[in-house]
């Protein structure tokens, strides 16, 4: 089934080629349950790990993601350090030239200590205060948070 087109290289996008493996599959179920916000920040987030001459492996990002998902349970906190951990790194590469990807979860771990409530859990409203949304970024989320039947993912 085709979606639309890829906005970088204009070639078509399949459902099929999207979930050909298995992590692709899972990381795309992964995504689809999380709140929009929460999809768009570790989107951002575990592309900081992909190497600049290739493509990050959704072996890999299933693994990131699921780091990710083990810190916290409350959403708005975990937005918050993912969106400030971006930023941060993605500022620091520009003043130091430096692109070398991330190879760990240190510097996340500490922006998240420092929120103030992150290890308390949220009920289930998932309601953000903070981390605005980009409106590239809500789209692609909002697309895989739409997803209502993941069974294809089991």
Same mark, same amino acid.
């Given at each position: 089934?085709?979606?639309?087109?890829?906005?970088?290289?204009?070639?078509?996008?399949?459902? +099929?080629?999207?979930?050909?493996? +298995?992590?692709?599959? +899972?990381?795309?179920?992964?995504?689809?349950?999380?709140?929009?916000?929460?999809?768009?920040?570790?989107?951002? /987030?575990?592309?900081?790990?992909?190497?600049? =001459?290739?493509?990050?492996?959704?072996?890999?990002?299933?693994?990131?993601?699921?780091?990710?998902?083990? /810190?916290?349970?409350? #959403?708005?906190?975990?937005?918050?350090?993912?969106?400030?951990?971006?930023?941060?790194?993605?500022?620091?590469?520009?003043?130091?030239?430096?692109?070398?990807?991330?190879?760990? #979860?240190? /510097?996340? =771990?500490?922006?998240?200590?420092?929120?103030?409530?992150?290890?308390?859990?949220?009920?289930?409203?998932?309601?953000?205060?903070?981390?605005?949304?980009?409106?590239?970024?809500?789209?692609?989320?909002?697309?895989?948070?739409?997803?209502?039947?993941?069974?294809?993912? =089991?």
């Amino acid at each position: 089934m085709k979606l639309s087109r890829c906005p970088v290289c204009h070639h078509h996008i399949t459902l +099929e080629s999207l979930v050909q493996d +298995e992590s692709g599959r +899972e990381l795309m179920a992964l995504m689809s349950k999380l709140p929009t916000q929460v999809a768009s920040s570790c989107l951002s /987030y575990i592309a900081l790990f992909r190497p600049a =001459k290739s493509d990050l492996n959704n072996g890999r990002a299933l693994r990131l993601m699921a780091d990710i998902m083990a /810190y916290n349970a409350n #959403h708005s906190a975990l937005c918050q350090a993912l969106d400030q951990t971006t930023v941060q790194i993605k500022q620091n590469r520009v003043q130091s030239g430096d692109s070398k990807p991330l190879s760990n #979860h240190n /510097y996340f =771990k500490k922006v998240l200590t420092s929120i103030q409530g992150w290890d308390q859990t949220q009920g289930t409203s998932h309601a953000l205060i903070s981390a605005p949304a980009q409106s590239s970024k809500q789209s692609v989320s909002q697309a895989l948070s739409n997803t209502t039947d993941t069974s294809w993912a =089991k």
